[in-house]
């Protein structure tokens, strides 16, 4: 069974703590998580083309959707250097969070900013193998993953890239 969503209700003269700011943050992320999945699906919506430049894998910016609901936003171009192996990897965009705004309090110094973003993750596993029925613009797995965007092998000594199935 899942947990209930919920919302703060608001009144006038309510004392507000941390978790009501909370619970309202959690609401809407939420929302916006479900919405992404389940009217859009996971996968590519836009750009995120990856191509090789000597010994460096390319991705260029653009945008995708992971199977929790997470937008992966790609704003520059990224770079990352070719494994030194020359067994078959994949690239995927992963969504991540970084924390930012220190700020002294109480117990020691916290952070006021959550920083949304997206890495580049080169990989030997495809991160969305045994989604076969659950393909980009399905709801996908509901876990947080990087989505796939392509396969790349050695083939007569130069590498061969080929674009995963996209399209959320």
Not at 73 to 79: A, F, G, I, P, Q
Not at 118 to 127: H, R, T
Request: charged share 20%.
């Amino acid at each position: 069974m899942t947990n209930p969503v919920e919302r703060t209700n608001y009144f006038l003269g309510q004392l507000l703590g941390v978790a009501d700011y909370d619970r309202e943050q959690q609401y809407f992320l939420h929302r916006l998580r479900s919405h992404n999945r389940f009217a859009h699906g996971w996968g590519v919506l836009n750009g995120l083309q990856v191509a090789i430049d000597g010994q460096d894998v390319v991705v260029k910016p653009g945008v995708a959707i992971d199977c929790e609901g997470n937008e992966l936003h790609v704003h520059d171009e990224s770079r990352s250097p070719l494994p030194s192996s020359t067994a078959p990897f994949f690239v995927g965009v992963r969504y991540v969070e970084a924390l930012s705004a220190p700020a002294p309090a109480s117990n020691g110094v916290r952070y006021g900013v959550v920083v949304e973003g997206a890495e580049v993750e080169i990989a030997l596993v495809n991160a969305t193998q045994g989604h076969a029925k659950l393909g980009p613009g399905t709801p996908g797995c509901g876990k947080r993953h990087a989505v796939v965007l392509a396969r790349a092998r050695q083939h007569k000594g130069s590498w061969q890239l080929r674009r995963a199935k996209s399209g959320a």
